[in-house]
């Protein structure tokens, strides 16, 4: 009946949403009927209402949606979805303010003489309206009604036209900022979430550990990381799509000839095209820009994008055209150069300030913030003035933004009633049941949700389907895919939902605004080519996911921030980008060799000793670091042979887990079943409970007689490997760090000669003194002494001349006293040979650590330099396979 039931969910809410009827209402009515008649035939046919639910009860699932939606969202730690209203605002207001009609018009006018330049311009505008307003209705309408007429006037193929403006339009949905970006990645920090507790379960059915190493766990996303993410594929996608209308106008010049235009390219010209690609740009630059470089989370950026989308629709709606019509701009960039002129010079935090200068940056700040209140306000008014601009705006943010979180409660009750009727566990075990592993299963999903973008929008595909799908693709540890890359690969897929017959919006759009000259069959053929090229666009980016995972990476790693170098899921690429180094340079051998032969015996037997320790290691590190090649190789050579005798073993000891559960199941019923009257009953149960205990037989007898051999041998070559690593990174930190602990104790070389008058004048002060008085003194001295690195033989002997005097039944002063000489004798040793290794061993231990600090040093570092960092960002946008680990 469960699946009854999930069918009847399924088909209520097809009905309704191929009905007309709102998305908002259509999901969350459609959760709540089911589970209605779930619990209602439950009654009267079984006297329960839980009876048809795969767990739980009616109450549990008709609130489940509700208070998932209200835990995750009224957390102040995700607080993704502030953004959204903040976008909208901006793109709204960018759009009432006429800035398309302006780029259009100029853009035409620049490319118009190309071949194919007027699709080009439309092209190139819908990027940059995708990177401000990013609102798909507004950017399609704008261009139909301007550069449609224009593009027909001109002889362009009505097909061409349209398809080029139906598929500029929905660039939004991948250019960031993006509104469907922030919903998928709100979407995907629950699905990591749920895949890194499945791919611990997995991993300890696989290999009977109570832990997984973190390297193994799943990454979460964000925002701010999907936006860099899309950021290339974005371009991608644009230079797909003006490399098509260019060579489309080359092969057939007739359907999209050159224009010719009036306007002399003078300097008026390129001052109009300045002044028209200036602000937009600018904007780009400021909302982007600080995400990437770390300056503004998502929200701010937000914030920063609708107030300069209010300033720029101040002096764009300005009707007077009067000498002001600038200037609140103007006094909204001097007070962003301010503002950033004493953020660099500066100190801006009031209790740091300790000087004349930091305040006079603080007043320079406060006025550099007051201009900008001035600009905003100003602005504001203006919008708020001219036809009651503000107050549309507003509106129509207001609609948008409750259209969405309406939506998105929908949805979380939707899945709810899915998994109440187990269809989060029918898909899990469909997907891992294909053949071909995790590739067929995305796939599969892929093509699902091309499908249901003929029907649905986008983000009812975001919100009801990723987190059904998502966890299941992100758990598995074969493809071990970012969570960033399959967000943008969801997003490249969602973005043709806009464009697919019969229900593709920018369709819609363009249609209510295109003569009627223009045929619709004209229009459906015309974004085939361009579904196309999304299409291509998914396929070169799942090929090749640095694409994706490259630009996140190399923010995250080049940032305050930044992963620090011993961070588990480093070390393979440290281990590569050390290896590298190592043979391109070939001194470190000769530096480690001139290390070893070093005259020590200016340093206590102890310390040299340690001190040896460490440049033996870095001997040894060096030796063991091909090892690592050697081992790897050999893994990677018997993987081919080895992975598929994995997953067939896997696969059959998966069955044998889900039979057992059965049988397990089947105890617990059989238990209960005492009574004599429930025989009958009871030997039912047990004939099944036999039938699936032959089943685990034979499911055993499949697995291959080599299978325990095979697994040994493999087993000892992981070992070797993860053996030779574990060598080197041993011994790499070991190298550093003894001579690296030296040199902090001969930094401490003048604190420790600052000591020196105190502990001699201690001497009378012990023997004059009571011993009270006197124990505290001591105390005092052996904490400084305890501060200073590599001091620890003095401050002992005067702890224990403290105790000595401490004693209260029982005062020792001649005992401390005695401490006391043993206290002045080590302080006269130390202070010899730290003189004499500082000035012999400094030196050569400094340009030793010197030496090896971006190799053998690389893991003790507190962060990775640009280069070690760029070299990471590389190396971790692969996907790396880790099955072999489960």
Request: with cysteine.
């Amino acid at each position: 009946m469960e699946l009854f039931f999930l069918a009847l969910l399924v088909l209520i809410m097809a009905g309704a949403l191929g009905s007309g009827y709102p998305v908002a209402f259509a999901l969350p009515g459609s959760a709540i009927i089911t589970i209605g008649l779930a619990a209602g035939a439950g009654y009267l046919f079984d006297g329960n209402t839980d009876a048809y639910f795969h767990s739980g009860g009616p109450q549990q699932w008709l609130s489940a949606g509700v208070t998932n939606l209200r835990g995750v969202y009224w957390e102040v730690e995700r607080d993704t979805l502030i953004a959204i209203p903040l976008f909208i605002f901006m793109g709204i207001m960018l759009q009432r303010s006429k800035i398309a009609e302006d780029l259009l018009v100029t853009m035409a006018q620049l490319f118009g003489p190309v071949p194919g330049g007027l699709g080009i311009s439309v092209v190139f505008v819908g990027a940059l309206l995708a990177a401000t307003t990013g609102i798909v209705g507004a950017t399609v309408v704008a261009m139909g009604l301007i550069s449609l007429p224009a593009m027909l006037r001109n002889k362009y193929s009505p097909s061409l036209a349209t398809g080029t403006i139906a598929a500029s339009g929905t660039l939004g949905q991948i250019i960031p900022p993006s509104i469907v970006l922030i919903i998928l990645a709100d979407q995907l920090a629950s699905a990591t979430d749920q895949a890194s507790t499945a791919r611990k379960a997995l991993h300890k059915e696989a290999t009977g550990e109570l832990s997984m190493p973190s390297a193994f766990d799943v990454a979460s996303t964000s925002a701010g990381e999907m936006f860099l993410g899309a950021f290339v594929p974005g371009i991608l996608l644009v230079l797909l799509y003006m490399a098509y209308i260019l060579i489309y106008a080359v092969i057939n010049p007739k359907a999209a000839p050159a224009v010719q235009s009036d306007s002399k390219f003078n300097r008026a010209f390129w001052g109009q095209v300045a002044l028209t690609l200036v602000p937009p740009l600018t904007l780009i630059f400021l909302v982007l820009g600080s995400i990437i470089t770390g300056v503004a989370t998502v929200n701010q950026a937000g914030a920063i994008g609708a107030a300069g989308a209010m300033i720029m629709a101040g002096y764009r709606l300005h009707e007077n055209g009067g000498k002001l019509t600038y200037v609140p701009a103007i006094l909204g960039l001097i007070a962003l150069a301010m503002l950033a002129f004493v953020l660099d010079r500066y100190e801006m935090n009031l209790k740091s300030i300790d000087t004349a200068e930091d305040w006079f940056g603080i007043q320079l700040g406060l006025l550099a913030t007051l201009l900008l209140i001035i600009s905003l306000v100003w602005s504001g008014a203006r919008v708020l003035r001219i036809g009651n601009t503000m107050h549309g705006v507003m509106l129509e943010t207001a609609k948008t933004t409750s259209l969405v979180f309406i939506i998105l409660l929908g949805a979380a009750m939707l899945t709810a009633a899915f998994r109440a009727f187990g269809g989060e566990e029918l898909v899990r075990d469909f997907l891992n049941s294909l053949p071909g592993g995790f590739w067929t299963q995305f796939i599969i999903v892929m093509a699902v949700i091309f499908i249901l973008g003929f029907f649905l929008d986008f983000i009812e595909i975001a919100v009801v389907v990723v987190p059904i799908v998502a966890p299941i693709l992100l758990a598995d540890p074969g493809a071990n895919i970012t969570a960033v890359w399959l967000g943008v690969m969801i997003g490249l897929n969602i973005q043709t939902s806009f464009l697919t017959p019969p229900f593709g919006f920018a369709l819609f759009y363009l249609r209510g605004v295109a003569p009627k000259a223009v045929k619709t069959i004209a229009m459906y053929k015309g974004v085939i080519a361009f579904i196309g090229l999304q299409l291509a666009a998914l396929t070169i980016v799942g090929l090749y996911p640095p694409l994706v995972n490259y630009l996140p990476n190399r923010v995250s790693f080049l940032s305050e921030t930044a992963p620090p170098p011993r961070n588990p899921k480093l070390q393979h690429c440290i281990e590569q980008y050390v290896s590298d180094q190592v043979a391109l340079d070939g001194n470190l051998s000769t530096t480690v060799a001139n290390a070893l032969n070093m005259d020590l015996t200016v340093l206590p037997k102890d310390l040299a000793k340690d001190l040896t320790k460490g440049f033996e290691s870095g001997e040894t590190a060096l030796i063991s670091l091909p090892r690592i090649s050697e081992t790897a190789a050999a893994v990677n050579a018997a993987a081919d042979d080895y992975r598929p005798q994995l997953s067939y073993v896997r696969s059959i000891e998966k069955q044998v887990r889900v039979v057992q559960a059965e049988i397990k199941d089947l105890d617990t019923r059989i238990g209960r079943l005492r009574d004599e009257s429930e025989k009958a009953e009871r030997d039912r149960l047990q004939v099944i409970r036999a039938g699936f205990a032959d089943e685990v037989a034979h499911l055993e007898k499949d697995v291959p007689d080599t299978w325990v051999s095979v697994n040994e041998e493999f087993a000892t070559m992981t070992t070797a490997e993860q053996k030779a690593r574990t060598t080197y990174r041993r011994h790499a930190d070991s190298a550093w760090s003894g001579p690296n602990d030296l040199l902090a104790i001969l930094d401490g070389n003048t604190e420790f000669a600052a000591l020196e008058q105190q502990l001699r004048d201690l001497k009378s002060f012990i023997e004059t003194t009571p011993e009270a008085d006197a124990h505290e003194t001591v105390n005092q001295l052996s904490k400084a002494f305890g501060k200073v690195e590599g001091a620890g033989d003095v401050k002992s002997a005067l702890s224990k001349a403290r105790r000595a005097l401490k004693d209260k039944r029982n005062p020792d002063r001649e005992k401390a006293l005695v401490q006391y000489d043993k206290a002045v004798a080590a302080y006269e040793e130390q202070a010899q040979w730290r003189s004499e290794a500082d000035t012999v061993l400094r030196p050569k231990l400094n340009a030793y650590l010197e030496a090896i600090r971006p190799t053998l040093g690389i893991r003790s570092q507190e962060r990775l330099n640009r280069e070690q960092a760029l070299f990471m960002a590389g190396c971790n946008a692969k996907h790396r396979d880790i099955s072999l680990n489960f």
